[in-house]
């Protein structure tokens, strides 16, 4: 139990183009999901809170008309980077926490998607 | 000072060696500790939970010291594959979000 996809894995897109990158939790319902941005040999940078059906809160410095976050769905959170440039190019995470009986605090990842903007 | 600190590392160690990790946290009122693994270019992916009373599983043990603020995570008889960055997470409790250390880098050498 407790797999969180994400989808897709990889993408080079031009630069001033958009990208969206989807979350899903494909065996739990995730009442929270969190973004998080990591950069080679850096730690993971909590990027933005969601909460299904809510506005995602976001962290001090991260904007949120660059990178919007739909959280439609218990099971589904999308992430959009708009007007992509090249600094924004980085390993995109996603992970997902609630639902599990006695463990709805442990946070469980996605693979990942490694965006490369040219 | 950061909420969560972790020694970065990198600890390298030969195989079958035993090592240890501690993690400290400023915030007392945590409610819930974890250790995660990420190996290189993936996904960190939840190691254990760390209970007030410790934990074990297998050849890791993780122990938690309310009274001065820190978890540790204990490998026994390391293995090549045990090589990655392990992160120390600590939750508030509630719908808090949980903080992530920087994580330490192991490296098991042959």
């Known amino acids: 139990g407790a797999v969180v996809s994400q989808h897709p894995s990889w993408v080079i897109c031009k630069s001033g183009t958009s990208v969206k990158i989807e979350c899903r939790s494909l065996?739990?319902?995730?009442?929270?999901m969190f973004w998080y941005r990591q950069f080679p040999k850096q730690s993971l940078m909590l990027m933005a809170t969601?909460?299904?059906?809510?506005?995602?809160?976001?962290e001090q410095g991260v904007e949120k008309d660059k990178f919007l976050i739909n959280h439609a769905s218990l099971t589904l959170s999308t992430l959009t980077v708009t007007s992509a440039h090249p600094e924004d190019s980085s390993f995109y995470i996603c992970?997902?926490?609630?639902?599990?009986?006695?463990?709805?605090?442990?946070?469980?990842f996605g693979p990942g998607t490694r965006l490369t903007v040219t | 000072r950061k909420e969560v600190e972790q020694d970065p590392g990198p600890f390298n160690v030969p195989e079958g060696a035993t090592v240890a990790f501690n993690c400290t946290y400023s915030?007392?009122?945590?409610?819930?500790f974890f250790w995660y693994r990420q190996d290189c270019r993936k996904e960190p992916k939840l190691l254990m939970s760390?209970?007030?009373s410790g934990n074990e599983d297998g050849r890791f043990t993780a122990q938690l010291n309310r009274a001065s603020q820190y978890i540790s995570l204990l490998i026994r008889d390391s293995k090549l594959s045990d090589s990655a960055t392990y992160l120390c997470?600590?939750?508030?409790?509630?719908?808090?979000?949980?903080?992530f250390g920087d994580g330490t880098t192991l490296t098991v050498k042959p």
């Open positions: 760390v209970y007030s």
């Open positions: 969601s909460n299904e059906g809510s506005k995602a809160t976001y």
């Open positions: 915030n007392s009122a945590s409610q819930s």
């Open positions: 065996d739990f319902q995730a009442t929270t």
């Open positions: 992970s997902a926490r609630g639902g599990l009986p006695g463990s709805w605090l442990e946070q469980y």
């Open positions: 997470v600590v939750n508030p409790g509630g719908a808090g979000k949980s903080t």
